[in-house]
């Protein structure tokens, strides 16, 4: 069963949830917040995992950092996230892929 399409909060474009997953490429475990990019104009969203919902937003910082969430969708079962030795693991049924570890050093 595929995920209901939202829209790019850039670009407005609907894609699947599936698309933006396959798209992720940083994981922050302090903030428990991920990085993808829009897969129609490139626009980079953070989002965090929780409780069966993907919550698309920003962070930003105020003394400590925190996650202002504006979007909301429910992950469907036939998706799979864990967080995992190397990262963070995302499986679906057509694609599994293990998102790093920002770097915390530059």
């Known amino acids: 069963m595929e995920s209901k399409p939202f829209k790019c909060l ?11 997953l396959k798209n992720s490429f940083r994981f922050w475990p302090a903030t428990g ?15 965090a995992v929780r409780n069966g919902k993907l919550y698309i937003g920003y962070l930003y910082a105020a003394a400590t950092a925190h996650f202002n969430i504006v979007h909301q969708l429910n992950i469907p079962e036939e998706i799979d996230i864990q967080v ?14 293990i998102i790093p570890y920002a770097e915390t050093s530059q």
């Open 10 to 20: 850039n670009c407005n474009t609907p894609f699947q949830l599936e698309s933006f």
């Open 84 to 97: 995992v030795e190397d990262g963070l693991k995302i499986k679906t049924t057509n694609f599994e892929q």
């Open 33 to 47: 917040t991920f990085a993808s990019k829009c897969p129609h104009c490139g626009t980079i969203d953070e989002y």
